[in-house]
């Protein structure tokens, strides 16, 4: 019998069940995805909470016990909802990419200042650590295509309280890392942002 008041993957593990039997389930509208190949039982609170328990599942023990952060769209994901990330960026410690490795992850080999993550911990399960806000918000600004680079990073701020000070504080802190120019101007657009920003370059 499946026990699907909480979300599991659906991998092959015999403990979820035979795969027909879940195909049959979400075929009725039984079991729903939540991200990747983890489902739920259809009417579970679609939550902060669903949402860490799914990206605890995904992200392998060796990758939270080395300190892993789950990171950018998949973070966004975790503060927001929304459509869940077609993979899961994490970032490691410079020279663990190749030995954490896993399909269904992106790996980006940084350092990280320990106030640019948090420890999300839903009831009952495994915590997982994932960027702050504000450095989601920064990443976002950084990596997104640049049309929706910045409604993506004020989305993700408004729902966690960050501002656009935090987000410019973030930038700072790596200034060698990919798109922090490119964020920095964004970052002037930010709405009621006004002047004085850390680093903001004004735009054009």
Same mark, same amino acid.
């Given at each position: 019998?499946?026990?699907?008041?909480?979300?599991?993957?659906?991998?092959?593990?015999?403990?979820?069940?035979?795969?027909?039997?879940?195909?049959? +389930?979400?075929?009725?509208?039984?079991?729903?995805?939540v991200l990747l190949d983890v489902v739920v039982a259809a009417g579970a609170p679609s939550d902060q909470n669903l949402r860490a328990r799914a990206l605890s599942l995904v992200?392998? %023990?060796?990758?939270?016990?080395?300190? *892993?952060?789950?990171?950018? +769209?998949?973070?966004?994901?975790?503060?927001?909802?929304?459509?869940?990330?077609?993979?899961?960026?994490?970032?490691?410690?410079?020279?663990?990419?190749?030995?954490?490795?896993?399909?269904?992850?992106?790996?980006?080999?940084?350092?990280?200042?320990?106030?640019?993550?948090?420890?999300?911990?839903?009831?009952?399960?495994?915590?997982?650590?994932?960027?702050?806000?504000?450095?989601?918000?920064?990443?976002?600004?950084?990596?997104?295509?640049?049309?929706?680079?910045?409604?993506?990073?004020? %989305?993700?701020?408004?729902?966690?309280?960050?501002?656009?000070?935090?987000?410019?504080?973030?930038?700072?802190?790596?200034?060698?890392?990919?798109?922090?120019?490119?964020?920095?101007?964004?970052?002037? *657009?930010?709405?009621?942002?006004?002047?004085?920003?850390?680093?903001?370059?004004?735009?054009?």
């Amino acid at each position: 019998m499946i026990e699907t008041d909480l979300p599991f993957r659906t991998n092959g593990d015999p403990q979820t069940g035979h795969p027909r039997e879940i195909g049959r +389930l979400l075929g009725e509208g039984l079991l729903v995805p939540v991200l990747l190949d983890v489902v739920v039982a259809a009417g579970a609170p679609s939550d902060q909470n669903l949402r860490a328990r799914a990206l605890s599942l995904v992200v392998p %023990d060796r990758l939270h016990d080395c300190g *892993a952060v789950v990171a950018q +769209l998949a973070a966004a994901w975790l503060w927001c909802g929304g459509a869940p990330p077609p993979l899961v960026d994490v970032v490691v410690r410079p020279g663990r990419g190749r030995v954490l490795a896993a399909s269904h992850l992106v790996r980006h080999e940084r350092r990280m200042p320990p106030k640019d993550a948090v420890v999300i911990s839903p009831p009952g399960a495994r915590g997982i650590a994932v960027t702050t806000g504000a450095r989601t918000a920064a990443d976002l600004l950084r990596t997104l295509p640049e049309f929706t680079a910045l409604q993506a990073a004020v %989305d993700v701020a408004t729902a966690t309280g960050a501002d656009a000070r935090e987000v410019a504080a973030c930038l700072e802190l790596m200034p060698r890392a990919r798109g922090v120019a490119r964020a920095r101007r964004l970052l002037a *657009a930010w709405p009621g942002a006004g002047d004085g920003l850390p680093g903001a370059i004004e735009p054009a």
